[in-house]
């Protein structure tokens, strides 16, 4: 669609250059169509909320003596809705998270280099100089220990 175009009319007075401003900013056509569709598709949505609001309202005013009636049994339900939903959900939880585990475990033992695995070869060698450094302080301290036990009970 082709844009409009005026012909630059030169005018010395006041009303024509607010004409002439006005002929510059027309919208064109296609700026027409969607202007008319936003205001068309937003009544409609307008008029779609309006028809929620009232049915709502009028569904609690109808509801609302069977709500209150049946109130002591509702309660009950949802604890128990809530937690079998929770337990089947932590069920779920736990058994993904057992299944990437035995996964890394895999992956590690048959030497692929999982993520993370670094960090737990770090963390073992770290753990089996721990336990040798104290074994080394058992031996070294538990002769010197065993001796003064001997000094304050001989028959020992």
């Known amino acids: 669609m082709a844009e409009r175009q005026y012909p630059a009319a030169r005018s010395s007075t006041a009303a024509g250059s607010i004409i002439q401003k006005l002929r510059e900013h027309a919208p064109n056509s296609t700026q027409l169509a969607g202007l008319a569709t936003l205001v068309v598709s937003g009544g409609i949505l307008l008029l779609l909320a309006g028809l929620t609001l009232t049915a709502t309202v009028l569904s609690l005013i109808f509801f609302a003596p069977l709500i209150l009636i049946s109130s002591p049994v509702w309660f009950p339900i949802g604890v128990l809705i809530f937690i079998v939903v929770s337990g089947f959900l932590s069920f779920l939880g ?51 220990l065993h001796a003064k036990v001997k000094d304050a009970a001989p028959s020992a």
């Open 94 to 144: 736990f058994g993904v998270a057992a299944v990437a585990a035995a996964s890394w475990l895999y992956r590690y033992f048959r030497g692929f280099h999982p993520v993370g695995s670094n960090r737990f070869e770090f963390a073992r060698t770290r753990i089996a100089d721990t336990a040798g450094q104290m074994k080394d302080y058992a031996r070294e301290y538990g002769g010197y």
